[in-house]
């Protein structure tokens, strides 16, 4: 966890008498001019249900300017900002200015700006205002969830409907730096909506491509209903800003108003559970369709040598190296005793060699690459010709490969596509890949599923899913090429460029500054707020995950088994550090069973538990150009030895 002290800051987790701070002059005089005209209200109200593709509204300006501007002085001078990574999001952010009232008069000398804004936007008048502009019913006054959040580069929150507990409007108020400055659509941070589709389970889902995106501005402030599987939205990554940059960051107040609680006007038990599930609840399986083995050939039995005929077949794909019995035995012994493996240099070299130069150029010619320079691609970008956006986004956003035009012989491998949907369709479901698995693995495979991957810079991710009560065995391809110069300029040695070269990968995805590390986690406790358990890794990872493009391994070096892993820090909800805050870092660090960072022409084998969570982290417009795998998955099943069949 790293956390950014901006000056001294007051003691918010101190648990102190409560303070009532709640005796303030008119709210109103607070707010814009104009804002509770009964004309302003019907205005927004007609906005508001007319909106798509979920209803919300946008005041321009909410607050009066001089009060705005002092609070965000108190917030960047009196409170500090802690970075907080998980699978769903990347921010910095204070701890719950609810707590504001547990602190003396001393401490509240030093905010007394921030208190009049949260106490305005929890006062009845404005409460009131929302019920009239949204129709959502009666809301909490004493039940208030707001925090300071600074977006700076790199930065980003995924697709989420916000429903949690009693939440009723989710709101945000922008105060972007420098507050003069008009913040520019490149450089990111705008808050995207999106449509919804019914599933085939009958469940509403986000659509792939959000159909409105809002950038922020100066005292703007936006709220919407939340609804189960409706109200969709995220934050595009912030491409600017960050230590040595000018003071750009998307700073801004959001949070909830909760519906009215026990004891207040309008409180109304929940009887019933909703029918539409949230995007949480949606959250617990990866919904993967298996195809079955053929019932000829027979299964195999991990203590058979491969057989010519699959030892044939696999070495058009795989490094001769990892056909060998010896190499297949100390993998294997390995595996029993780790559950996970990482095999460098795993195809073939000239399968390889043609992957790493032409997966880079299909990013180039599609503007992903790294002339891009770090902003943000179209969400259409890559999807034209051989690929096709997979959502859900409240679960994951990736391409995929479309169907084929015509079934291609194997041997027609010219392409990067060709080759893809050959290791995709046909050597991951083969018998005699299920016959290496089951070697190494000493598990057999009983059904398949395998898909081509790419993950687009600045917009593709999986989110944090599991499995309740199956075993799998993850199988993995890694082939994201490192990033070259594109070339070299005049005067420059290759000797030089290749220095840079591998100075620009050590930055990008061995140093995790890129995203798009694949990573498992312990299961998380069920009352866990799903924005806290689904941690990522932020700081850098004890791996041995160099982007080399080496293409064969000849040595047991290349064998690489279950990776070290750390985590950054996503439970803290206090504006400075504190002695609970390292224990929840700890026991963070603790869940994190692996992680491992892209690279190419690596093979993972993982075994995953039931109830074992696995994501692969967003990756960052900062990346220069997309990451590539074939991801296979496989239900596989025990194999008993004579002993134990006699014993039964």
């Not at 006007?265 to 993967?288: A, C, F, H, I």
């Not at 390292?582 to 690279?599: A, C």
Request: charged share 25%.
């Amino acid at each position: 966890m790293r956390t950014h002290s901006r000056s001294r800051s007051p003691d918010l987790a101190a648990k102190r008498s409560k303070i009532s701070h709640m005796n303030a002059p008119d709210p109103a005089d607070h707010f814009a001019n104009d804002l509770f005209d009964h004309n302003t209200t019907a205005k927004l109200h007609a906005t508001y249900r007319a909106n798509e593709p979920f209803k919300y509204a946008v005041v321009e300006k909410l607050f009066q300017d001089e009060l705005l501007k002092k609070v965000k002085d108190e917030c960047l001078s009196e409170l500090s900002f802690t970075e907080k990574e998980t699978d769903i999001y990347k921010v910095n952010q204070t701890g719950d200015l609810a707590s504001l009232n547990y602190l003396t008069d001393a401490q509240i000398s030093l905010l007394p700006n921030i208190l009049t804004l949260r106490n305005a936007l929890y006062s009845e008048k404005f409460r009131s205002f929302l019920q009239t502009v949204t129709g959502c019913g009666p809301l909490s006054g004493k039940k208030q969830d707001m925090s300071v959040n600074s977006y700076t580069k790199g930065c980003h929150l995924l697709n989420h409907d916000d429903v949690i507990g009693t939440r009723r409007v989710s709101y945000i108020l922008y105060m972007p730096l420098p507050h003069y400055t008009l913040w520019q659509n490149d450089w990111g941070g705008s808050l995207e909506l999106y449509p919804v589709k019914e599933s085939p389970d009958g469940q509403l889902e986000p659509e792939p491509i959000p159909s409105k995106s809002i950038p922020p501005s100066w005292n703007q402030f936006i709220f919407f209903e939340v609804q189960p599987g409706r109200s969709f939205h995220s934050v595009e990554e912030v491409v600017v800003g960050g230590e040595g940059e000018d003071g750009r960051e998307r700073l801004s107040i959001s949070g909830w108003f909760h519906a009215a609680q026990e004891g207040e006007d309008g409180y109304v038990p929940e009887l019933s559970v909703p029918e539409t599930k949230s995007s949480r609840e949606q959250l617990t399986s990866s919904s993967t369709t298996f195809a079955p083995y053929p019932a000829d050939p027979e299964a195999p039995h991990p203590d058979q040598p491969l057989s010519d005929e699959h030892k044939n077949y696999l070495s058009d794909f795989l490094n001769p190296v990892y056909l060998q019995p010896r190499t297949m035995g100390a993998l294997s012994s390995r595996f029993a005793t780790e559950s996970s493996l990482e095999l460098h240099s795993f195809l073939a070299h000239p399968l390889a060699e043609v992957l790493h130069l032409r997966l880079s150029e299909v990013d180039t010619r599609d503007g992903l690459g790294p002339e891009r320079a770090g902003r943000i691609p179209s969400h259409t970008a890559g999807t034209s010709g051989a690929w096709c956006v997979r959502g859900p986004p409240h679960k994951w956003r990736y391409c995929v490969l479309n169907p084929p035009p015509a079934v291609s012989p194997r041997t027609a491998q010219e392409t990067p596509v060709e080759i893809l949907r050959t290791l995709q369709d046909e050597l991951f479901p083969s018998p005699a890949f299920r016959a290496w698995l089951a070697a190494v693995s000493r598990l057999l495979p009983l059904s398949h599923a395998a898909e081509a991957r790419r993950f687009r810079p600045g917009l593709d991710y999986t989110l944090a899913t599991s499995e309740e009560k199956d075993v799998r065995l993850d199988v993995v391809l890694g082939l994201t090429p490192g990033v070259r110069d594109s070339g070299t300029g005049e005067g420059s040695s290759n000797e030089n460029s290749s220095l840079a070269s591998a100075l620009d990968d050590v930055k990008g995805w061995p140093a995790a500054e890129w995203g798009g590390w694949e990573c498992y986690m312990a299961p998380h406790n069920e009352e866990d707020d799903p924005a806290i358990y689904r941690s990522g890794s932020h700081s850098k990872p004890s791996t041995s995950n160099t982007n080399d493009s080496s293409s064969n391994g000849h040595s047991h070096e290349h064998i690489s088994g279950n990776n070290g892993a750390s985590t950054s820090g996503s439970h803290a909800h206090s504006p400075v550090p504190s002695d609970e805050d390292q224990e929840m870092q700890d026991e963070e660090e603790d869940s994190t069973l692996l992680t491992v960072q892209p690279g190419f022409n690596r093979l993972l084998l993982v075994l995953r538990d039931e109830r074992v969570m696995r994501f692969v982290k967003y990756v960052s417009a900062a990346a220069g150009g997309s990451r590539w795998d074939v991801c296979g998955e496989y239900e596989v099943g025990m194999i008993a030895n004579d002993d134990q069949e006699n014993s039964e």
